[in-house]
């Protein structure tokens, strides 16, 4: 197997470094979740949307660059690199592969160009109260009436649902037969009325997640995405997705390759931190980890470029790429000694600024659950494997 990229492939690379360097925003650095304020996070992704690169996964019938695996780990990794903002997964990652699956053409043409471009933002309304690890158990209820579903219940978790234009919803339509048989899925505008989203607050200090109720919200019945009952297997291809963009390998690499920097930049009274072998030993580990992560990532990539979805290697790259993010974290906070502090020094610097290493650190602790938890991942690929 030749890792080595080719030619065609190494002017691809510098073509978009090139334009990363111009274009990535250097006044404002991302958040510790990755991303700016709505705002910034909309300018970046609309720029990228002008480029044709924000839909970088999708193929160019409707309206992508049509990159190969190879191509989107490029793109991905001269993002990182550059400091470039993760994009928003729900609208790009999550709901368009689902929309080119088992939307209708109506759907397909109002929904997407308006991702591709980031005209929208999107939030992912799955989880409740009593339903987490149990989907299926979601008691969120609509029931149609004439053109429209009534909607009624509660989601929870719901990340950038106070940024989001619309909300994709798993709605309970029947409460006959097997649980999961009675789910459908929904499409919801968020300026519907009868909507209230409030705010939770996470560990890092920050507002990423809220708790979505619905009263009495009705919702057009051209906005279900397949035929009543068939939720459960939207819900399960879309996850797929999900937990393949969860592992952000890119993301990882430009942290250690951070990391590593800080430490050369370290003095100590032999040379730099960098040169300690315990250090050195700890930052190998993290390496080779990453290193395995990424080659699984590049066959993953390389079945969907073909057009197959991702199987039950998206919750090994789930786990692994969530462990892998909480150690790095661990690692930069218990290297960077001063430097880990959750704020810089005001007096030094000249104003107050947080520090992204130990947000970064504190927010990732929920990374082995948001996504579905890891004990479940877990309990996935058993199942594949009895299976085979
Ligand atoms: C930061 C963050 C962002 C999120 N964003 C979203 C979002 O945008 N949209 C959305 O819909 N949801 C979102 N979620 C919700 C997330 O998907 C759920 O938290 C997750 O699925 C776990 O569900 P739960 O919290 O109800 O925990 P529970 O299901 O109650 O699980 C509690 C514990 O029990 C374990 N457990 C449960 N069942 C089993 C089992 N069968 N076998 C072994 N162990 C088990 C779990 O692993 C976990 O450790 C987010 C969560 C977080 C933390």
Redesign the pocket.
């Known amino acids: 197997m030749n890792l080595d990229f080719s030619p065609e492939e190494k002017q691809f690379q510098q073509e978009v470094r090139s334009w990363m360097q111009a274009n990535v925003p250097t006044q404002k650095k991302p958040g510790a979740m990755g991303y700016h304020s709505r705002d910034d996070q909309m300018a970046w992704e609309q720029l990228l949307g002008k480029q044709g690169w924000l839909a970088s996964n999708w193929p160019t019938e409707f309206g992508g660059p049509g990159w190969n695996a190879t191509e989107q780990h490029i793109f991905d990794e001269e993002r990182a690199a550059a400091g470039g903002a993760i994009t928003s997964p729900f609208g790009l990652t999550m709901l368009a592969p689902v929309l080119m699956k088992f939307g209708s053409p109506a759907q397909q043409e109002r929904f997407l160009p308006k991702i591709a471009k980031c005209e929208e933002l999107w939030?992912?309304?799955?989880?409740e109260p009593g339903a987490?690890?149990?989907l299926a158990s979601l008691k969120t209820a609509a029931i149609r009436d004439g053109n429209e579903y009534v909607v009624n219940g509660q989601?929870i978790?719901?990340?950038q649902g106070h940024w989001a234009d619309w909300i994709f919803c798993l709605v309970r339509t029947d409460n006959e037969g097997r649980k999961q048989q009675g789910i459908s899925f929904l499409l919801i505008d968020m300026k519907t009325p009868g909507i209230e989203v409030r705010p939770i607050h996470?560990i890092d200090g920050e507002h990423h997640?809220n708790e979505v109720f619905f009263t009495d919200v009705r919702v057009p019945a051209e906005n279900l995405v397949g035929e009543e009952g068939q939720g459960w297997t939207i819900a399960k291809y879309l996850l797929s997705h999900e937990r393949t963009c969860i592992a952000g390998v890119a993301g990882s690499k430009a942290g250690i390759e951070g990391l590593k920097k800080l430490l050369a930049n370290t003095p100590t009274e032999t040379g730099t931190r960098l040169d300690d072998p315990t250090v050195r030993q700890r930052i190998a580990e993290l390496e080779v980890d990453l290193m395995a992560l990424e080659f699984t990532n590049f066959r993953t990539l390389d079945k969907m470029a073909k057009g197959q979805p991702p199987g039950a290697e998206s919750s090994g790259l789930k786990i692994k790429g969530t462990e892998l993010q909480q150690a790095l974290t661990e690692a930069r906070v218990e290297l960077g000694g001063d430097d880990s502090l959750p704020w810089h020094n005001e007096e030094e610097i000249g104003h107050a600024e947080y520090n992204n290493a130990s947000l970064a650190y504190n927010f990732l602790r929920?990374s082995t659950?948001?996504?579905?938890?890891n004990?479940?991942q877990k309990?996935v690929i058993a199942k594949f494997l009895v299976a085979l």
Not at 123 to 127: F, N, P, R
Request: hydrophobic share 20%; charged share 15%.
């Open positions: 939030c992912q309304g799955y989880s987490g690890s149990d989601k978790w719901t990340t996470t997640l929920a659950i948001y996504g579905g938890s004990e479940i309990n």
